[in-house]
């Protein structure tokens, strides 16, 4: 039997996050509002209705293209992409395709073909006996990121998109929230017989993959289809599919259209980006940077996680590492030692944490005792922690704070619970 492996490349497309629509002022921030409620003129695409470009979403794809490593473009401008489609009212879509904003970049190890920016499209929402569409989405800001067709593990798919949505969120180019449709991904499947180096003939555009949680399953439920279709001798048709992700399958939606199906021109109503306009002098801190600092601080790997992932949380730990030691400012977001962080704010957190700190500590035999009977109540993280799991130590010293109500010092309670494992540890070698 002929083996086949996958070739997949990646289309994200992301929303920027803009006060206002890419070309018109309609407000950007969209979800939950009741349907065309944030429309206008230039949005629905009506006669007349000229567009005018957001300074702050093209900034935004430059960063992004720099952190990427991509070569910033000398020449840029919009085009428009001819289609028919409900969702499309001017029935096209202003885009970039011979001019992005950036080429040739990288990241986690897979090349970066492109970064552009573009306006969104609306959205349909299909009922049992219509359809209906929602403009409100029509013309927010949109950076496409297209990848090189490198992948053939799903899960190496989603590693990828996860470090891509911590780049955009530390960045704030964007939420980057899946579930809110702020980032979407698109992917190009084919199957190519192993230890061939060409590109297939054909690929399948698979859309509608909407949260991680269905992102490995929708890849390798195509996957799998390709491989029965070509096992069986058939062809492979290059369409765009959908996932029903309660089915659990892939559904043809329409025929894939190339890239001169679309006839792309230059939009007249929109001049060329300038160089000045695609130069941003910004230092930009990606993830990778971010840990390093984190490192540098002392930060358990497991705490800059948290903060990478986001960036309300991280801003907040900024500020309060600034007056408490970074690992215990760390320990008290993470764990939420004074309640919700996000809805307390640094300010409140920094009060009351002087406040616990002026009053009386546990120490001594008290503590000792307390501390002996939370590692009696956490035999697995204590096994954890004697077979080289550092991050169970931190577990415990979490333990050891609820059990104190947070009336010790982090450091001693830290040190203390370590020289109690380690006494019971040689102690249980010795016998």
Do not use: W
């Not at 080429?103 to 573009?118: D, F, P």
């Not at 062809?235 to 659990?248: L, S």
């Not at 021109?265 to 941003?280: I, N, R, W």
């Not at 096994?383 to 415990?396: E, I, R, V």
């Amino acid at each position: 039997m002929t083996s086949y492996e996958p070739v997949i490349g990646l289309e994200v497309h992301t929303q920027v996050k803009t006060r206002s629509k890419m070309f018109c002022d309609c407000p950007a921030t969209v979800f939950g509002r009741e349907p065309n409620t944030a429309t206008c003129p230039v949005c629905l695409g009506l006669p007349g209705a000229l567009p005018v470009p957001n300074a702050v979403a093209i900034e935004k794809t430059v960063v992004l293209a720099k952190a990427l490593g991509c070569q910033l473009a000398t020449f840029s401008q919009f085009e428009r992409k001819n289609y028919f489609y409900p969702d499309l009212p001017k029935g096209f879509q202003i885009s970039q395709y011979a001019g992005p904003v950036g080429r040739e970049g990288k990241l986690a190890g897979i090349n970066i073909t492109r970064v552009h920016l573009e306006e969104d499209t609306g959205r349909l929402l299909h009922e049992p006996t219509e359809t209906l569409v929602d403009f409100n989405r029509s013309g927010i800001p949109l950076i496409e990121i297209v990848t090189e067709p490198e992948f053939s593990d799903p899960k190496v798919v989603s590693q990828f998109l996860k470090e891509l949505r911590n780049l955009l969120v530390h960045l704030e180019i964007s939420t980057a929230d899946m579930e809110k449709g702020s980032l979407r991904l698109e992917a190009n499947i084919s199957l190519r017989k192993v230890g061939e180096r060409g590109l297939p003939p054909y690929k399948v555009e698979l859309k509608n993959i909407n949260s991680f949680a269905f992102l490995e399953e929708a890849l390798g439920a195509e996957i799998a289809r390709q491989q029965r279709l070509l096992a069986m001798g058939e062809v492979v048709v290059q369409e765009t599919r959908g996932f029903d992700e309660k089915r659990r399958l892939t559904v043809s939606q329409r025929r894939k259209e190339e890239a001169f199906d679309y006839r792309y021109f230059p939009e007249p109503d929109l001049p060329p980006l300038t160089a000045k306009s695609l130069k941003s002098a910004v230092r930009i801190r990606t993830p990778e940077r971010i840990r390093e600092e984190y490192r540098a601080l002392g930060l358990p790997e497991k705490y800059g996680e948290v903060f990478i992932r986001d960036r309300e949380l991280a801003t907040i730990f900024e500020e309060v590492q600034k007056e408490i030691p970074a690992e215990e400012a760390a320990n008290i977001l993470v764990n939420k030692r004074f309640g919700d962080p996000k809805r307390l704010g640094a300010r409140r957190i920094l009060e009351a944490f002087h406040s616990r700190k002026r009053q009386v500590l546990i120490t001594g035999e008290e503590l000792q005792s307390l501390a002996e009977k939370v590692v009696l109540d956490n035999p697995a993280a204590v096994s954890d922690y004697s077979a080289g799991k550092a991050a169970a130590l931190q577990f415990l010293l979490g333990q050891l704070m609820r059990e104190t109500k947070g009336r010790i010092s982090p450091v001693e309670g830290k040190e203390l619970l370590r020289k109690i494992i380690d006494a019971r540890t040689k102690a249980s070698s010795q016998n």
